[in-house]
């Protein structure tokens, strides 16, 4: 028997911080919620059940469906995903869900255990979930300027100087998808505790110059001009393949912000002993109270919609420069937009790891 669990994370630091009254207003609000959009998902004859004072609550699929006796994972997914939505939807907070299979079901009986190995599923679950659609979203990138090159050289009349850099540019992105296959294979995208990429270092410059050929043919799609704005000349401690993953990540976020027809600028300066790289949109720009939150794992700004995204690109600049030693901040841009800038190490060497083909994380 299918036993659903879903948890408020917030309620405890909620209790803690504003009080009983407010934990119990909370957890009313979050009971009927949960009830509600239970009878919608459910069928007659399921149960519910939350103990006053918890956190958790719980299903019991015991109707049998006319497909089978047993629910399968994706209808136990399914309704908890619905339930989760509508209970996030009504209380504006983060709902987290699990599931697992009871042997036998006994009312009366404590499911503490069972509820945790619910919990513990659905983060591995999330885990997966996070873990693949980061590959999917770093893969798309090279995937789509390898095509819009090969388009443009079918399609259009280019000369042979023209074709001879959208080769190069396509073989460039080739062998940095396979460097990104090979590498996903070792360590999560998502994992902070792989190998520091501030072991290495290379050329800003070059790595913008790169970044800005690889989304050439995205900002094309909407007639976006990438411009590369004042640059000084700098080394950065940061691996190549990450820097042009973390540039080309940035860049594409101003391209999907920007106006049509508009214009985003790149460009780097020393600052210090570190490297200052902004990116600069003409689009709606980010509201002060989301600049922090923007970074979060699938976290989308208010301007969001009707813009296609997975909120993970952002997230993974983040990562890309915490594990540099950087820091990234999001701020107004001279343009009207938004405004990007990445914080890294300088470096003042060249090192022997700069010339070995590493992957990235």
């Not at 609000?29 to 006053?52: K, N, V």
């Not at 259009?156 to 080739?174: H, Q």
């Not at 999560?188 to 110059?209: T, V």
Request: a neutral charge; glycine letters at 10%; charged letters at 30%.
């Amino acid at each position: 028997m299918p036993l659903l669990v879903l948890r408020l994370p917030q309620f405890e630091r909620i209790a803690w911080r504003q009080g009983k009254r407010a934990a119990q207003r909370v957890e009313r609000a979050t009971t009927t919620a949960f009830l509600e959009a239970g009878s919608r998902a459910l069928r007659t004859g399921d149960l519910t059940a939350h103990d006053c004072g918890s956190d958790v609550f719980v299903i019991a699929i015991t109707a049998p469906s006319r497909q089978a006796r047993t629910p399968s994972p994706i209808d136990c997914r399914s309704a908890l995903e619905r339930i989760a939505a509508a209970m996030s939807l009504s209380l504006d907070m983060r709902v987290e869900t699990g599931w697992t299979l009871l042997r036998r079901f006994d009312a009366a009986a404590d499911l503490g255990r069972e509820i945790e190995t619910a919990l513990e599923r659905g983060a591995r679950e999330r885990e997966k979930y996070e873990f693949f659609a980061a590959i999917g979203h770093e893969l798309r990138t090279p995937l789509t300027s390898i095509c819009g090159y090969l388009e443009t050289l079918l399609d259009e009349g280019v000369d042979a100087p023209a074709s001879r850099r959208f080769i190069e540019t396509a073989r460039r992105e080739a062998l940095r998808m396979g460097r990104l296959l090979d590498g996903m294979f070792e360590f999560s995208l998502l994992d902070l505790s792989a190998e520091s990429l501030g072991n290495y270092s290379c050329e800003l410059i070059e790595q913008i110059d790169m970044a800005c050929e690889v989304v050439r043919p995205l900002a094309g799609q909407r007639n976006i001009r990438v411009r590369r704005g004042a640059c000084d000349d700098v080394r950065a401690c940061i691996e190549r393949d990450a820097c042009l993953q973390l540039l080309v990540n940035l860049l594409e976020n101003a391209i999907k912000y920007g106006r049509d027809g508009g214009c985003v600028t790149i460009g780097v300066r020393s600052h210090g002993d570190d490297a200052a790289l902004w990116v600069d949109d003409d689009g709606p720009g980010i509201a002060p109270a989301e600049r922090e939150s923007i970074f979060g794992l699938r976290a989308r700004g208010s301007q969001a919609d009707g813009r296609p995204g997975t909120g993970i690109g952002l997230a993974i600049v983040k990562m890309i420069a915490d594990r540099c030693g950087g820091s990234i901040c999001a701020g107004d841009s001279p343009l009207g937009g938004a405004r990007f800038e990445v914080m890294l190490p300088r470096s003042a060497v060249r090192p022997a790891q700069d010339d070995k083909a590493v992957r990235t994380s």
